[in-house]
Each structure stands twice: as C-alpha cells, then as structure tokens.
C-alpha cells in the first residue's frame, strides 16, 4: 500500500488549502482513510477521518466547520479541504488508511502511512 500526500503550503491565517493523498495497491473503495497531524514538539493527533463509501465522516473539535474531508473512489484519492486556517493548525500532515471500513479517531488502527506534507499558518 502506498498513499501519496500533497498539497501542502505556507498561507497567512484566515486563508484556505486543500490536500490531497492519492492511494495505490489495495482495495480503496473498501478502506475508511483519515487524516492525522503532528505540530514541532507534539505527539500526532487525528484530524478527520471518512469511511469507505464517503457516508460517514468524523472531525477533531479543533477543526469541525473548518475542515472538509471528501473522497473520490474512481481516483483512489482522499481530499482535506482546509478553509479559516489558523497558525496552530502548523503542522505536518499525514493520510492514513485502515483495514477496515470505518473510521476511527486512533492512530494505532491505521496501519497504512504516507509521507506526510507541510502546511505551515503565519499569523
């Protein structure tokens, strides 16, 4: 399994991004996928999560009604639309997937990473 992030950046506060994580080599349509994030000096924390046919979605209270998780499972990809962004929302980000159809919020259920992507907030 390979997951591809993307779409990182530097923007001011308020501004928006989007990230992208592109999968190969397994059943995409059949795997829950979420986003995860971990800022200098701190442990990594889930952001959103989605499960396998897009109908459930799950979001960290830090970035509910900011953040917008979607997948497109013709393109085997997984999207984070980030909008109002803040500097604490500095970090690196990483796409992660998971045996299983269903989203859940802790790290150690998601056994497939990709290489994370920076998204770095000025104030």
């Known amino acids: 399994v390979q997951l591809q992030a993307s779409g990182g950046g530097l923007v001011q506060a308020g501004a928006s991004l989007r990230l992208s994580c592109a999968a190969s080599g397994r059943t995409f349509v059949l795997a829950a996928m979420a986003w995860f994030r971990q800022a200098p000096g701190k442990e990594r924390e889930f952001v959103a999560g989605i499960s396998w046919n897009g109908g459930i979605e799950d979001y960290a209270e830090s970035v509910n009604g900011r953040f917008t998780m979607s997948r497109e499972n013709a393109k085997s990809t997984v999207y984070l639309q980030m909008n109002n962004l803040k500097p604490e929302d500095t970090a690196v980000y990483y796409c992660?997937?998971?045996?299983?159809?269903?989203?859940?919020?802790?790290?150690?259920?998601?056994?497939?990473w990709g290489q994370g992507t920076q998204v770095t907030v000025s104030s």
């Open positions: 992660a997937t998971r045996d299983g159809t269903y989203v859940h919020t802790r790290e150690r259920e998601y056994l497939y």
